[in-house]
């Protein structure tokens, strides 16, 4: 079962135990000193502070509503998609570069959770269970609350770092907490992630998946100290070190990343507990969706959680399901024509399209990508894409005998719509993702989802080693990860690399994984990726021919975005400033 009811029951006590406590001691204490008597309700406590992480937008919600929305908007705020619609103006306001102090984005400044696992590290350790129950449990909390920090960090640099609890009687010096460094942190990460990942268990059975294990410890140091390291080589420090990495530090935290991913490659390699997912090896597009829906596969390292019950089901089906699909809403996300062009073809030639050609003539859609990356058609639906025994309707219009288009969908042509149900104004790019869009729901409702979301696999420990490798100049190391990468897709391996051949290779295979938005955001190339107008093809079927007519519509937002380069770091905000006045804002805001 994907998430066992006993723990549904204990979280649900947990959290009855706690409305009783608060009715007697401040919001802010831990529940119950009762609690940690009982390994039951100290794992029970541990859950809710998974709940509590952003391990995927849950920290917004999932339902019918802007918030609930925030699932997909890691795709549509970077050079992947584009929303269908403007009426959630959240994502509008951020591609058009008008994040500042006051109206802003994807904040998690998350000191109420941090508290709770300080709490949870002081009182386990008088806790009337083993001294192996205290020791892994502290190990597993240590997990989240450098994941915690990591999330802070990469959105507003350096942070107050608070380890202990604070006391309401403390004085203001203890309370009102300065930035640390933005070094000061990844350190903290690194620290907290080394010590304890030989604490964790290598994996976990039925009863425990989705709990922090030695690997999931091991991963979450590779991708933070990558980030630290192109931070560091990349980016530039301000205000004294508080936000930016002093760029001789870059190798080192490198070699760290590098280090960690070699310690999963190697366990990897030598058990097989961990691989690359590979159970359609005849069907490359197949395997590759696939790999996102087979849940609990070799290649998940860490994953959320869900069953589509008890407030433990998504929407993501329901977002993106295609009109004429979907039920009410839904195809809410356009693919980006850039993307599609990221993917090369299987020859290993690049992908960009002649789009002078093809707005001349009619083609089959199908023919025209099927010589395209497989990890194409297995991350993204378009024109007669084979879907639910049936296929997907994309096309805007149709030209009818007479050579007249059309482009209502009340009119009929040979029995059949002139404009489908997801073309017109649905049809922004001509291109949805595929990606974790689940073929075995029809008609998918909100809340209804359960497919689990993959917050590390072993696909990102390979890129990430590969990048680190090639930074720090061990390219032998680089070329053999990204060959085993696209030797699984059923792509033309690589002779030689370089750091773009590297970059895109992540772009395309980590696509809608909520990586891209903050890859460009390391990189520091943002300000280049995310400015500017993207594009998007529409389709208009010939009823004469079967096939299709091609435009490209050039701006498909309806405006040109733009990155600035303030917004490598979200603002503090006057609020917490005025809650702390030792915070100090970050440069630009």
Not at 505 to 510: D, G, M, N, Q
């Amino acid at each position: 079962m994907k998430k066992i009811y006993l723990y549904l029951f204990l979280i649900l006590f947990l959290s009855s135990c706690i409305n009783d406590f608060l009715d007697k001691k401040p919001i802010d204490r831990i529940a119950d000193d009762a609690v940690f008597e009982d390994q039951t309700l100290i794992d029970a406590y541990i859950y809710e502070l998974y709940n509590q992480l952003p391990l995927h937008m849950n920290s917004v919600g999932w339902a019918w509503n802007p918030n609930g929305a925030a699932v997909y908007f890691p795709m549509v705020i970077c050079d992947e998609a584009v929303q269908q619609g403007t009426y959630w103006n959240h994502h509008t306001k951020w591609n058009q570069g008008l994040e500042d102090a006051s109206n802003t984005y994807d904040q998690w400044w998350g000191y109420a959770t941090i508290r709770k696992m300080n709490e949870f590290l002081e009182k386990i350790k008088d806790a009337g269970v083993g001294e192996d129950i205290k020791n892994t449990r502290m190990a597993e909390v240590r997990f989240l609350r450098a994941f915690a920090y990591f999330e802070l960090v990469k959105r507003y640099g350096g942070v107050p770092l608070i380890d202990k609890v604070q006391q309401i009687d403390a004085s203001d010096e203890e309370l009102f907490v300065a930035r640390n460094t933005e070094k000061e942190i990844y350190d903290f990460i690194y620290s907290e992630l080394d010590e304890i990942n030989s604490l964790l268990p290598d994996t976990r059975g039925d009863l425990d998946y989705g709990r922090a294990t030695k690997y999931a410890a091991l991963a979450l140091n590779s991708r933070a100290m990558l980030y630290a390291g192109t931070i560091a080589k990349y980016g530039k420090l301000q205000l004294g070190g508080i936000v930016g990495l002093p760029a001789s530090e870059a190798n080192d935290y490198l070699q760290k990343s590098y280090d960690a991913s070699k310690k999963i490659i190697s366990y990897a390699e030598s058990t097989g507990n961990i691989a690359l997912y590979n159970k359609y090896p005849d069907d490359k597009a197949k395997n590759f969706y696939q790999l996102f829906i087979d849940e609990r596969n070799t290649e998940t390292i860490f994953s959320v959680q869900y069953n589509g019950l008890s407030g433990k089901g998504h929407s993501l089906d329901f977002w993106l399901a295609v009109q004429g699909i979907s039920v009410g809403w839904g195809q809410e996300v356009n693919v980006l024509l850039e993307l599609v062009e990221a993917f090369e073809y299987k020859d290993g030639t690049p992908g960009q399209l002649d789009k002078d050609a093809l707005s001349q003539g009619e083609y089959n859609i199908i023919e025209l990508f099927a010589n395209k990356d497989p990890r194409f058609n297995g991350s993204v639906l378009y024109q007669d894409s084979p879907w639910q025994g049936s296929k997907i309707e994309r096309y805007s219009g149709t030209w009818d005998k007479d050579g007249t288009l059309k482009t209502s969908s009340s009119q009929l042509i040979d029995g059949k719509v002139a404009c489908s149900p997801g073309g017109g104004a649905y049809a922004v790019t001509g291109f949805t993702p595929k990606k974790y869009y689940d073929e075995r729901l029809v008609a998918p409702l909100v809340d209804q989802s359960e497919t689990d979301f993959i917050v590390f696999r072993y696909g990102e420990i390979l890129l990430n080693f590969a990048e680190a490798a090639y930074e720090l100049n061990k390219e032998d190391d680089a070329l053999d990860a990204i060959n085993q990468i696209r030797r699984r897709a059923g792509i033309t391996e690589k002779g030689s690399l370089t750091l773009d051949n590297i970059r895109n290779e992540r772009r395309v295979e980590l696509a809608f994984e909520h990586h891209r938005h903050w890859d460009v955001r390391r990189w520091r190339t943002a300000v280049r990726d995310l400015s500017g107008n993207f594009s998007g093809m529409i389709y208009y079927l010939d009823s004469r021919t079967g096939k299709y007519t091609l435009t490209f519509n050039k701006q498909v937002d309806g405006y040109s975005r733009l990155f600035q380069e303030k917004h490598y770091y979200h603002p503090i905000t006057p609020d917490r400033i005025a809650n702390d006045p030792n915070l100090i804002e970050n440069p630009g805001y």
